[in-house]
């Protein structure tokens, strides 16, 4: 697949499909308007006839017409023009896509809205072209039919009078990321019999450019000598071996260098305090941190973005066994921290504990860690909504901000000093879980917290995100690709102001 922005006439536009974004609170103007010229009214008439209604990803499609070059047009709504931000060009770009994209075809084309308010071409372009993209694929990674497919071309397609250069650009950030996007919901969608910490690093190994990123992995032994107790407690209960991978980018000189920790228990059965068939159903989710740190770093190297990145992925199974890690286990951590164990099922806490001792052992500047952590961050923000909480309140900004620019939501919770009660142990420094359900998102960042010394660090909470159980209009069930575009967003900005 390649996507492009191409300059041209609409009505000259050669492709199976002619996506167009119509708006709910105006008459049918700019891109539609043209349209509408070319087809003798038409697309005013089912207007007035509320055929086409321009609420957020309604769709409405028009098959085989004289007057344009495309066989088939799309009219997908964007929802009311005041209300436009980059999600909903996103969602509706991905909405069309995802209807269209059930044949087979060769190219789809997409008209970019204009005047959006608030948005430039560029960030039009990209929000489209992301969304383009993650409306071909589908979770049915291993149906023996295939039940989506990528177009052979995407055009996002802009008037002949716009500013070529920066569309284009904004399209060759949208391919990079929509591919990243595209890798990170992949490795969530791969089933747990076949994506485990030696397939994942394997993985991690083949997706990046090894002319641009450095990759190391350590296996069990480097991992026991690099002391990560706490990880390796967590990795016992399963015959599969740990494995940390390293990613290195330096792109920035003698800059500052951002890292970026994700959480990857390839699959969370919760160890011996087992969770039930119901709650372990989609725990092959549990690496989406991991995927997510991997994906963006991917793609901030294909970007050539003049910044350092540090990547760190802890990669277990949490599984129970005769080997597995026992309730009252106490485990000593890369810094020598020592923590009880109250609960294996709160094993993404210990295995971030040695990851984010070891980036800041690597001497990065600031840290943002992504974990699909706890189910007490979906109570308290539901499932749309990532948790932040850090230790930095400038830090925790620039990430919210990112975030923001990217289209994602996060929303940040506290970190009062009241909390790190919670956690203290009677019998070793801390303990792994604050003993009641309330506060669980916070007494969790509170023992992450504790492995990050004085590093500006932000920890994104993405359990609710991280996986759509049910399809909507613009998004497929299954793995989302959360967060690796408010990390790519958060790396050019940090590459413009360290
Ligand atoms: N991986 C889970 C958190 C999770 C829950 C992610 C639902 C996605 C959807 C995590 O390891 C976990 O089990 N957390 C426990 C912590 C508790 C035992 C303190 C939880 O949230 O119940
Ligand atoms: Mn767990
Ligand atoms: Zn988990």
Aim: hydrophobic share 45%; with cysteine; net charge negative.
């Amino acid at each position: 697949m390649e996507l492009t922005a191409q300059f041209l006439p609409l009505a000259e536009v050669q492709a199976d499909w002619l996506i167009v974004g119509a708006w709910e609170d105006e008459n049918l103007a700019g891109a539609v308007a043209v349209l509408n010229d070319k087809l003798d009214g038409l697309l005013y008439r089912l207007r007035e006839k509320k055929d086409i209604s321009g609420k957020a990803n309604d769709l409405t499609p028009l098959l085989g017409h004289a007057g344009l070059a495309a066989d088939r047009l799309l009219v997908v709504g964007l929802g009311k023009r005041t209300k436009a931000d980059r999600s909903i060009v996103q969602d509706a770009a991905a909405a069309a896509a995802r209807s269209i994209t059930v044949k087979k075809m060769a190219r789809m084309a997409l008209a970019l809205p204009e005047d959006v308010p608030g948005l430039t071409w560029s960030d039009v372009a990209l929000a489209a072209g992301v969304g383009l993209m993650q409306g071909c694929l589908g979770p049915g990674l291993r149906k023996s039919e295939a039940a989506r497919f990528i177009p052979e071309a995407i055009w996002l397609v802009a008037p002949p009078s716009a500013n070529r250069q920066i569309i284009q650009e904004a399209a060759r950030r949208a391919d990079i990321e929509g591919r990243a996007v595209w890798l990170a919901r992949e490795l969530v969608n791969l089933p747990p019999c076949d994506l485990y910490p030696e397939t994942f690093a394997a993985r991690a190994l083949e997706a990046v450019d090894r002319e641009r990123v450095q990759c190391t992995i350590l296996d069990e032994k480097q991992i026991e000598a690099e002391r990560m107790g706490a990880l390796l407690g967590v990795a016992k209960g399963s015959d599969r071996t740990p494995r940390v991978v390293v990613l290195r980018y330096n792109g920035g000189g003698n800059g500052r260098t951002l890292g970026l920790v994700g959480k990857g228990v390839t699959f969370d059965s919760g160890g011996l305090s087992l969770k039930t068939s119901e709650q372990m159903l989609d725990m092959k989710c549990d690496m989406a941190g991991a995927a997510a740190v991997l994906a963006a770093v991917k793609a901030i190297a294909e970007l050539e973005i003049p910044v350092n990145v540090l990547g760190v992925l802890p990669l277990v199974e949490n599984l129970p066994s005769g080997q597995a890690l026992k309730l009252g286990d106490v485990l000593t951590t890369r810094t020598g921290k020592t923590i009880e164990v109250l609960n294996t099922d709160a094993e993404g806490r210990l295995i971030l504990a040695d990851a984010l001792a070891y980036a800041v052992d690597q001497k990065v500047d600031d840290l943002v860690d992504l974990a699909t952590l706890t189910g007490a961050c979906m109570v308290a923000l539901g499932v749309e909504v990532a948790g932040l909480m850090g230790n930095d309140q400038k830090w925790c900004d620039r990430v919210l901000a990112a975030a923001q620019r990217a289209g994602e939501k996060a929303w940040q919770l506290p970190m009062f000093p009241l909390y790190d009660e919670l956690i203290k142990s009677e019998v070793a420094d801390i303990k792994n879980t604050g003993g009641t359900r309330y506060g669980g998102a916070i007494t969790a960042a509170k023992l992450l917290e504790q492995f990050v010394g004085n590093v500006p660090w932000a920890h994104l909470d993405i359990a609710g995100p991280a996986w759509a159980e049910h399809e909507s209009a613009s998004h497929d069930s299954g793995g989302t690709g959360c967060f690796v575009r408010t990390l790519v967003e958060l790396a050019s900005e940090y590459s413009a102001r360290p």
